[in-house]
Structures are given as structure tokens and as C-alpha cells.
């Protein structure tokens, strides 16, 4: 009996390391026998946004909850019929909001009376021909939108670009590494590490704005230039 018992504390015993071992993460680390140098640097490029994001939405206020919500989905199927014939595509276009909200009349030292509805449908919509947007917004106005937030200009496809900044920003992590070592008298040993610290940042959108219906508008929207920045964090041993 007693034999078995300690065969088995012995067995308990000797499974504890294998299992901390199995769980451990292993610790990398490189030796500097030289001075370190770390280094941020940034890399930039510039390119003209492909893409506008523009919300754009009808709000309709009626006596009745039914009648408010009836008169947003009539409004709102018009302003959809209009994206379809400016071609802009189904999957550029996505309800982003629904409400219904009451209003009340207030008198002092009375109760609330109710006095109607708001109903407010929204949609979010990308439009890929930017000088053309302005057109378009024409028309949903035209058309029973009363609502129009945006844009914000952004590009569809960045990461050449991106690719781009992140060369940069090792070149100049490098000259700045080898002007360091030359103004101390050493000289580049070798690259440590690199990481990335930072990428491309949409710019926030226009503030919003309420553009009332109105046959006779001519809204441009000019896309300019964007940057796109990459920041990474260099490691650089000097002898």
C-alpha cells in the first residue's frame, strides 16, 4: 500500500514540469554588443481619393406614426430609384438608419400633448465617380431627400500605396541610422528589429450639412489629395 502511494506521488510529481515546460512562451531576445539606436521614422505619399462616402437620408413629419413612416418609404423608394438610374450599384448603397419619433407641444403647467411624427430613413452610399457625385446629389434632392451628410473622400484600394509609405519609411529610418552612426564615428551594424506603428488614418469626415430641396443646385465636390503615412520603430546596432 504504501509502496503504490508513493509510486504515485512520485508519478504526481514528476508530470508538474512537463505541463509548466508545455505552457512556457519562449523569450527571443538578441545580444547589442555594440551601441543601440532606435529610431521612429515616417514614410508619406500622396493620391487622389477614388471614393466618397456620403450619407443621405428623407425626414417626413405627419400627424400619425403610419402616415410619417409611409411618407418616408415613398420618399426614400424615389431617392432609390435615382441611385439605380445614376448607376450607382447595390452594393454601394445601405440603410444605416430607421426611427420614428413623437413631438409633443409643451405649456407650462400642462401636460405634454402629442402632437405628430418624424420619421427619418438613412442611407450610407459610396460613390466611385467623385466628380459625377455632386449630380447625383442634385437629383436625390430632387427627388425628396432632405438630408445630406459628408462627404468623407477616402481610396478604395490602398495598400500599394501603403506598400509604398512603408518603403520610404525604412529608407529613412536607414539614412537616419547612418547619420547617427557617422556623427558619433561608427558605423551600421545591422538591423535589430522593425515594427510597424502606425498606418493610414482616414480624415474625418465634413461637418454635417442639411441641403433643402431645390431644383436649381449645382453641388461640386473636388477630391484634392490625400496622405497616407506609415510609422515603424527601428532598432539598429552601431559599432
Do not use: C, W
Request: glycine share 6%.
Amino acid at each position: 500500500m504504501r509502496q503504490t502511494l508513493l509510486a504515485a506521488l512520485l508519478l504526481g510529481a514528476a508530470s508538474f514540469p512537463t505541463v509548466a515546460v508545455a505552457q512556457q512562451t519562449p523569450n527571443i531576445t538578441q545580444t547589442i554588443t555594440g551601441a543601440r539606436l532606435d529610431i521612429s521614422a515616417t514614410g508619406e505619399v500622396t493620391r487622389v481619393p477614388d471614393v466618397a462616402i456620403i450619407s443621405a437620408g428623407v425626414v417626413s413629419r405627419s400627424a400619425t406614426a403610419t402616415g410619417a413612416l409611409q411618407d418616408a418609404a415613398d420618399r426614400m423608394q424615389r431617392v432609390l430609384t435615382a441611385l439605380k438610374r445614376a448607376g450607382v450599384e447595390d452594393r454601394d448603397v445601405q440603410t444605416s438608419n430607421i426611427s420614428l419619433n413623437p413631438e409633443y407641444r409643451y405649456v407650462e403647467n400642462q401636460p405634454p400633448q402629442l402632437t405628430g411624427y418624424t420619421a427619418s430613413n438613412q442611407l450610407t452610399i459610396r460613390f466611385r465617380d467623385i466628380r459625377n457625385s455632386g449630380k447625383i446629389l442634385d437629383a436625390l434632392v430632387s427627388q425628396g431627400a432632405n438630408q445630406i451628410n459628408g462627404p468623407s473622400l477616402t481610396i478604395d484600394k490602398p495598400e500599394a500605396a501603403l506598400d509604398e509609405a512603408r518603403a520610404r519609411a525604412i529608407a529613412a529610418g536607414r539614412a537616419r541610422a547612418e547619420l547617427y552612426a557617422r556623427s558619433l564615428g561608427l558605423h551600421v551594424a545591422r538591423v535589430v528589429s522593425v515594427s510597424e506603428s502606425g498606418g493610414y488614418a482616414v480624415p474625418p469626415p465634413a461637418p454635417p450639412m442639411v441641403m433643402q430641396m431645390a431644383r436649381a443646385a449645382d453641388t461640386s465636390i473636388q477630391p484634392g489629395e490625400q496622405k497616407l503615412q506609415v510609422t515603424v520603430a527601428m532598432t539598429f546596432e552601431l559599432q
